[in-house]
């Protein structure tokens, strides 16, 4: 929180197939990087949604969880849940790492949310992999 500001914290979950490869790489190179990542394997993802707002004076909400429960939905949810990732029309040409997914949320939510509203988002592929990230301008 900053200020009369408040983060408001949203948990969404979805399935989704993927493996591991970059373009730029031999199929031999892929899999001495990624390893057992390199083949076609799943994860229950989930995706925190951290978004920051001034409470309203008269509901005292900050943020109207409704609304970004349906623009997540719709932006990515929709997109993303039971799908092979790489697959997926807004992920076409990202390498499907958590960092890789995390910058590719963002830059799916961020117009959706308003401007200046989003400010984290996280990624957790396993319960020892969890991915941050704030936008390009911090």
């Avoid at 500001?5 to 001495?32: G, I, Q």
């Avoid at 960092?99 to 949320?105: N, S, Y």
């Avoid at 963002?106 to 957790?124: E, F, K, M």
Wanted: neutral net charge; aromatic residues 6%; charged residues 25%.
């Amino acid at each position: 929180m900053t200020g009369n500001r408040v983060d408001v914290t949203r948990v969404y979950h979805f399935s989704a197939a993927h493996r591991l490869e970059s373009p730029a790489l031999s199929p031999e190179a892929n899999a001495t990087l990624y390893g057992l990542c390199h083949r076609p394997h799943g994860h229950n993802y989930y995706v925190e949604v951290t978004v920051t707002g001034a409470p309203d004076p008269l509901t005292g909400m900050a943020v109207d969880l409704g609304r970004l429960d349906t623009v997540v939905r719709r932006s990515l949810l929709d997109q993303v849940d039971h799908r092979v990732l790489e697959e997926a029309l807004p992920l076409r040409g990202v390498v499907t790492t958590g960092e890789g997914l995390a910058r590719a949320f963002w830059r799916l939510l961020a117009p959706a949310v308003g401007p200046g509203a989003l400010t984290r988002i996280a990624v957790v592929e396993t319960a020892k992999n969890r991915f941050e990230y704030r936008g390009e301008d911090r």
